[in-house]
């Protein structure tokens, strides 16, 4: 059975970074068949996919054009995780983030998720 | 993108009766592969958003067989056949065709 595990800051400052990164257990980030994601939820946006990043013989990112120029999905094959950089962060930011398992090969479902992490963006 | 549309926003029932959502989308989610990528996720109270219903109508692993989902093209809908108090919470639909991968607003399920 897949778990991953959030670990990241809840506050984070205007203008600065919000870091996550999300520990997989029980797959591997390198899988050929799994991707592996960002999404977050906020009463005024609802559940909002940021992108993801997948390994296919290389290493790719898709990301939603929202965020485009300001996020960064990473893997670390070293150490199973994956995880989320988001620079010149506002108030619209603040949001519960999840990463998220996507099984893609004809399926295409999200069949693991996070435990969600509260990021507050406020000084 | 994508505009996934959900109706009712807001779902009282009874337990034991049926319930009923809709989905809507921008587009055709009928892929060339003859797949159509649509997924149900429930989100319980206090929890991260929970599989349901993947490929319109295929339920995944665990989930009861009240829950239904059916629709072709733009059109789709979850049933519960009998609705149980564990039910309640946020339905969300999203179509898994094309990036960005989009969600329906959400339809909340309370008990009346």
């Known amino acids: 059975q897949v778990q991953l595990q959030q670990s990241g800051p809840g506050l984070v400052k205007p203008s600065q970074t919000l870091s996550l990164t999300c520990a997989i257990s029980g797959d591997s980030v390198s899988s050929n068949s799994a991707a592996w994601n960002w999404i977050r939820q906020s009463p005024s946006r609802g559940l909002e996919w940021l992108g993801r990043?997948?390994?296919?013989?290389?290493?790719?990112?898709d990301y939603a054009v929202s965020v485009k120029s300001r996020i960064t999905i990473n893997p670390d094959t070293s150490k199973n995780q994956f995880s989320l950089h988001l620079n010149s962060v506002t108030p619209e930011d603040t949001a519960i983030y999840y990463c998220v398992r996507w099984v893609g090969a004809g399926y295409n479902y999200f069949d693991s998720w996070g435990q969600g992490t509260l990021v507050t963006v406020s000084s | 993108d994508i505009v996934m549309t959900q109706s009712p926003l807001s779902l009282p029932v009874t337990p034991g009766e049926p319930a009923s959502i809709s989905c809507r989308s921008s587009q055709s989610l009928l892929h060339s592969d003859g797949n159509t990528y649509l997924d149900w996720y429930l989100q319980k109270p206090g929890q991260s958003p929970q599989l349901l219903i993947y490929?319109?109508?295929n339920r995944a692993s665990g989930v009861p067989d009240r829950f239904s989902g059916s629709g072709s093209g733009t059109d789709f809908t979850l049933k519960i056949s009998r609705v149980e108090a564990e039910d309640v919470g946020f339905y969300y639909c999203?179509?898994?065709?094309?990036?960005?991968?989009?969600f329906g607003g959400g339809t909340k399920v309370e008990i009346k």
């Open positions: 999203m179509q898994a065709l094309h990036t960005p991968l989009t």
């Open positions: 990043t997948y390994y296919r013989s290389t290493w790719s990112n």
């Open positions: 490929l319109a109508s």
